[in-house]
């Protein structure tokens, strides 16, 4: 596994992430015990960038990564996130006060079993607290030792402008896959010029191109994706037409269109670090082999066709008006 930089401050991390919060919540019933195994397996061959969140569950990811990094926290670079008011298990809007912000992170601490996380996100931005306010109280979690890097989520190029004048943002953890490019425009160039290194997370379009899930009756009654617009009636067989491109490329290397996805993105920047999100060892190992595939001119022209074709909104409304563009 190679290595990458996330900005400028340095933080250090596998070319290839893992995202942990489909071991506890949201893609069908949970398995603990095989989570563990694929964060134990994730450290043995160098992927040791684990994400998670406090809304995860909620809690739940925090605790089950906590447990797996037990006599193994040296080998891990730990980011979670905060930003909400969570009340009887539910997100009941953005709540990033500083007060609140010095709190929770008390609170994740714990559910990790950890002294300090590596890299803590905004998880959205709060549209009542100036971003000014925030970053403050999380550089004073840095002089406190409680964390060691900051990072924010789905912010736009204001946002970003702003918070880097308060104190210096590793990592802007947003959306970003061949088949979603709203990060291109704006988003990317004004990271670039500020020194901020890009998370990628549904690397692989919350798993439709991976070609795997034929038809929206494969998902399972308690998976979040039946509630994802992309998923949805006529965008879901639109969409299984962008899949189709992806297996070509994917074909013809001998691969399959999660490699091909992943590889794209790593292809796009060596400060581009996806987190592709799996609960599975055997995901983990072919997720984690994309960094090896070599794209070609053809290939990465093939798949820029797919730019502006997806059907269906990222998300639901209201979880779209969250989103900073």
């Known amino acids: 596994m190679e290595y990458r930089y996330l900005g400028n401050a340095g933080l250090k991390v596998s070319a290839v992430g893992l995202g942990c919060m489909s071991m506890s919540w949201a893609y069908g019933s ?14 043995d061959i160098g992927v040791n960038f684990l994400d998670t969140a406090e809304i995860y569950g909620p809690y739940t990811n925090e605790v089950l990564v906590g447990k797996a990094l037990k006599g193994r926290r040296d080998r891990a670079v730990v980011a979670t996130k905060f ?5 009887n298990g539910v997100a009941c809007g953005a709540n990033s006060h500083p007060k609140h912000v010095k709190e929770v992170v008390d609170q994740s601490l714990k559910r990790l079993a950890i002294d300090y996380i590596d890299l803590y996100y905004q998880h959205r931005v709060d549209p ?7 970053v403050g109280a999380m550089s004073e979690l ?42 291109e425009e704006r988003i990317i160039p004004c990271a670039r010029e500020l020194n901020i290194g890009i998370v990628a997370y549904s690397p692989v379009g919350r798993g439709f191109l991976t070609g795997e899930i034929k038809s929206f009756e ?38 399959t269109p999660a490699q091909v996805a992943i ?11 996806p987190i592709p999100g799996t609960k599975r060892v055997k995901y983990l190992e072919e ?6 595939l070599k794209l070609d001119k053809q290939d990465l022209e093939s798949l820029d066709t797919l730019a502006g074709r997806t059907a269906g909104e990222r998300y639901e409304p209201r979880r779209m008006a969250m989103i900073e563009r």
């Open 30 to 43: 949970p398995d603990e015990a095989e989570g563990i195994r694929t964060i134990h397996r994730a450290l």
């Open 83 to 87: 930003g909400f008011n969570i009340e």
């Open 128 to 134: 009542k607290i100036p971003i000014e306010e925030t």
């Open 142 to 183: 840095v002089e406190a030792g409680k964390i060691r890097y900051l990072g924010l989520s789905e912010a736009g190029p204001e946002t970003l402008k702003r918070a880097c004048r308060e104190h210096q943002i590793s990592a802007l953890q947003s959306e970003y896959s061949i088949w979603e490019r709203g990060l």
């Open 218 to 255: 494969d998902l399972p009654e308690d998976d979040y994706r039946r509630s994802d617009p992309r998923y949805q009636g006529e965008n879901f067989a639109k969409n299984m037409e962008l899949v189709g491109l992806v297996k070509k490329v994917a074909n013809k290397h001998g691969v």
């Open 263 to 273: 590889a794209w993105l790593l292809m796009n920047g060596t400060d581009i670090v």
């Open 287 to 292: 997720n984690s082999a994309a960094f090896a």
